[in-house]
């Protein structure tokens, strides 16, 4: 029971901190694209759905680096062969302070953000031939704060594969709308020592 209030007071707690303290240094995100929609650029590429897990550490302030996961299946036409993409790898985001650049944040509780990534990912597709290769992508983003330490995210992003299998290089611009939790971890950490 100790532990359960523990966690609750540290939850609450960090839903009340300031609202420029979810991307100070040592905090964690952890959140997901829920939904992504691609639209090809190559000839003959279409519409997909995917979920996009990720999570980073803040190693300096505005700065985190982090690891996702992709998950996607998607059809070019109705009557064509359903494809399940997948991949893992690194990633990095940094946030734009208000003023900086000459760039001020369009709403008060809200931040610009960059986001790259590097990893491994691939396409099965059914009754045909498939790929794996070196997955990557970049792009800017802006999260709004709901809550100090709840951001809901929209993201527009370019994302290539260059495959090692049947497919050369393929590119698709990417919009997608998520949410990421801010966890402040040395704040937690200092109120779990003060119970102890």
Request: charged residues 15%.
């Given at each position: 029971?100790?532990?359960?209030?523990?966690g609750?007071?540290?939850?609450?707690?960090?839903f009340?901190?300031s609202?420029?303290?979810?991307?100070?240094?040592?905090?964690?995100?952890?959140?997901?694209?829920?939904?992504?929609?691609?639209?090809?650029?190559n000839?003959?590429?279409?519409?997909?759905?995917?979920?996009?897990p990720?999570?980073?550490?803040?190693?300096?302030?505005?700065?985190?680096?982090?690891?996702y996961?992709?998950?996607?299946?998607?059809?070019?036409?109705?009557?064509?062969?359903?494809?399940?993409?997948?991949?893992?790898?690194?990633l990095?985001?940094y946030?734009?302070?208000?003023?900086?650049?000459?760039?001020?944040?369009?709403?008060?509780h809200?931040r610009?953000?960059?986001?790259?990534?590097?990893?491994?990912?691939g396409?099965?597709?059914?009754?045909?031939?498939?790929?794996?290769?070196?997955?990557?992508?970049?792009?800017?983003?802006y999260s709004?704060?709901?809550t100090?330490?709840?951001?809901?995210?929209?993201?527009?992003?370019?994302?290539?594969?260059?495959?090692?299998?049947?497919?050369?290089?393929?590119?698709?611009?990417?919009?997608?709308?998520?949410?990421?939790i801010?966890?402040?971890?040395?704040?937690?950490?200092?109120?779990?020592?003060?119970?102890?």
């Amino acid at each position: 029971m100790k532990k359960l209030l523990l966690g609750a007071f540290v939850i609450a707690a960090g839903f009340f901190s300031s609202a420029n303290a979810q991307i100070q240094e040592g905090n964690w995100m952890v959140g997901s694209s829920i939904i992504s929609s691609r639209f090809g650029l190559n000839t003959g590429a279409g519409y997909d759905i995917a979920l996009q897990p990720k999570a980073a550490y803040f190693i300096k302030d505005n700065v985190a680096l982090g690891g996702y996961v992709n998950l996607g299946i998607s059809k070019v036409t109705k009557g064509s062969p359903t494809a399940f993409d997948y991949g893992v790898g690194a990633l990095g985001r940094y946030y734009l302070s208000p003023g900086e650049q000459g760039v001020d944040n369009l709403l008060n509780h809200g931040r610009w953000f960059f986001e790259g990534n590097v990893g491994i990912g691939g396409r099965s597709i059914e009754n045909a031939d498939s790929t794996t290769g070196l997955d990557f992508g970049v792009g800017p983003g802006y999260s709004y704060f709901i809550t100090p330490n709840i951001g809901i995210e929209g993201l527009v992003k370019y994302v290539g594969r260059a495959g090692f299998g049947n497919e050369g290089l393929n590119s698709n611009i990417t919009f997608n709308v998520g949410f990421s939790i801010y966890l402040p971890t040395s704040h937690a950490k200092r109120i779990a020592n003060e119970v102890k």
